[in-house]
C-alpha cells in the first residue's frame, strides 16, 4: 500500500484500486460492496468508479479509470480548472446526481465533449445517497455504437418489411392463381351455353370490393349487357337496372374504347375525370350517374378477344377510394378474358354443332321414312308384276310362243332383282332409324358357315368360281341374331362372286380370341385402294362409277352389313391389296358358357 496527499485527507490505495482513509474518517460505503463491484468490474474495458458522499471521495476505480486519470484525461474535482485545459472535470455533473439522487446519464464533459458520462446513485437507506458510481466512455466510440446499432436496427426493419413485402405479395399471387384456376374449373365444367355465361356473368377481380360488368355481341350484331352482381347487397338492386340489356354496336362504346391503341385490342383504365370515355363505358350520362351512385374509383375495360374477332368486353369497376388499378390487376384481368373469350367461343361452336346434328338427325330421319315410303309403295306393283308374269306362263291367257316365254323369264328376272333392291333399301332405312329388332342367341360359327356355302354354291359356280370352306373349331360360338349374321355373309359372299374373276377361289374360314370369333371372306378380286376402305362402307358408294362399269346393286350391301353387325357389338372390316384380292373379317363378341339370351 502507499500513500498519497489530497487536500487535508489522506487516502490509501492498494494494488488492487481500492482507496482507503483513515477509520475514523471512513463512513458510508460498506466495504463489501466496494470488493463485490471490484469482482464484477474489474476486468471491464470500459472506466468506472465510486465516489462517497457530498465531495465525491474516490473510493474505488477500476484500471481504465486510473490510467484516464494518470493521463490527465479526466478528474473528479479541481480547485483551479483554465478553460483551456483538456482535462475533463466531472465534478459538476457528480453533483447533479448527488443532489438530486437519480440518474445522469450520457452527458458530455470536457471541453472538446469527448468523454461521455453516467453516474448513478448508491443509496443503502432512506435519505441522501451514500456515494455514486460513475462510468466514463469515449463519446465517439459511443457514438459508433449507436451508429452501428442504429444501421443494425434499420437493417432489420428493412429486412423485416421486405419479408412482409413478399410474405403480402405471395399471398396474393397465391390468391390470384387460386382465383384463376377456380374460373378455369367452373368454365370448363360445361360447353353449355347457359352454364358458360352464368360462369362469365359472376366474373370479378381478386380484390376487396370490385365487380363487373358483362357485355357481349350476339350473332343478330347486337350487344348483350348481362346481369351486373355488386358485391354490396344494399346495392344489388340499383346494379340490377344496368344489367340484362340490348343496345345496337358503338364505335364510341366499350367494345371499340379497348382498340383505340396502336398496337390493337388492349386492356384501359378510365379514372372519374376521364368523363368523356365513361360516357361511352356506361353508354351514355344516365349510366354514368348511376355507376357514381353505386360508388366507383376507377373503370379497366378488357376486351374479350378471339384471334381477330370481338366477343365482347369485361368493365371491372374498383370501389370508391380504393387502390390503383395495378399491372397485375390487369394481367389477372386479362387471363381472365382470355379464359372467358374461349369457353364462350366453345360453347358457341357445341351449340352451332348441336343445331347441325339435329338439323342432320331430322333429315336422315326424313330421308329413311322417305325410302321406307316409297319402297313399300313400289313393292306392290312389283308384287303384282310378278303375280301377272306367274299367270302368263302358266299360259292362263293362251298358249305362248318360245319367244315370249324368253320374254317373260327376262320380265320376271329383273322383277325379282328390283325386288331385291327394295329389299335392301328397306332393311337400310330399319337399320338406320334403329327399328330392327334382335333376337340374341347362340350362333355355332362353323354351322352357319356351312349353311352359307350350300346357299352360294350354285350362284359360284355359275359364273366359274370355286367356293373353298376350310375347317374351323366346334366350340367358337358367336353371341348374335342369327338371322342377321346369315345376312351379312350373304351379302359379302355376292360382293365376292360379284367381283372376283372366274377360275378364282373364295375362301370361307373362322378364328378366335378370348372374347371373340371372327369369320373371314377372303376373295381374288381386283382390290381396294388403301384411300377407299373406309368408303365402301358408305351408303349407295360403289367403287366404279360408271354406268357401264357398274355391278348391278346399289351400293347398300356393305353399308347394311356393317351396321347389323355394330348393332350386334360387332363390326366389319376390310384388308384389302389392289390386284391381289380382298379379306372382309366379321368380328362378334363370343357366347359365354351357358348363355341363353
Known sequence: MRRRTTGTTTIERSRSGFESEPADERAGIDRSFVADLERALGHAPVA???????????????????????????????????????????????DRAFRRAELVQDSLVGPTARWSCTAWPIATGPGAPDGLTVEVRDAAYIQRIRAGQRAIAERLLLGALREQDAASEARATGERSAYLASMGRDLAVSLDTTVTRDVVRHVRLPRPGTWCIVDLVEPNGLVHRLAVVHPDPAKQGLARALSDRWYEMQWEGPIYLAQTRPEGFQPQVFTKDARDQLVAVARGARELEMLRELGFEALLVVPLILGQRVLGTLTFVTPEGGPPVTREDIAVASDLADRCAMALDHSRLYHEAEVLREAAEAANRAKSDFLARMSHELRTPLAAIGGFVELLALEAAGPLTEQQRTDLSRIKHHQVHLAALITQILTYASAEGGRIEYHWTAVPIQQILTD?????????RAVGLVLNLRPGEAEWVGWADLDRVRQILLN?????????????????????????????????????PSDKTDEIFEPFVQLHTGWHDRKAGVGLGLAISRDLARAMRGDLSVQSTVGVGSRFTLTLPRARPGATR
Open 48 to 94: 468506472y468508479a465510486v465516489t462517497e458522499g457530498p465531495t465525491h471521495t474516490l473510493r474505488y476505480a477500476n484500471a481504465p479509470f486510473r490510467r484516464l486519470q494518470s493521463a490527465g484525461e479526466i478528474t473528479i474535482t479541481r480547485e483551479a480548472s483554465p478553460v483551456e485545459q483538456r482535462v475533463a472535470v466531472l465534478a459538476p455533473l457528480l
Open 452 to 460: 352359307v356355302a350350300g346357299m352360294m354354291e350354285e350362284a359360284a
Open 492 to 528: 359379302v359372299i355376292s360382293n365376292a362372286v360379284k367381283f372376283s374373276p372366274a377360275g378364282s377361289h373364295i375362301i370361307l374360314e373362322s378364328s378366335a380370341t378370348g372374347d371373340a370369333v371372327m369369320i373371314h371372306v377372303t376373295d381374288a378380286g381386283p382390290g381396294i
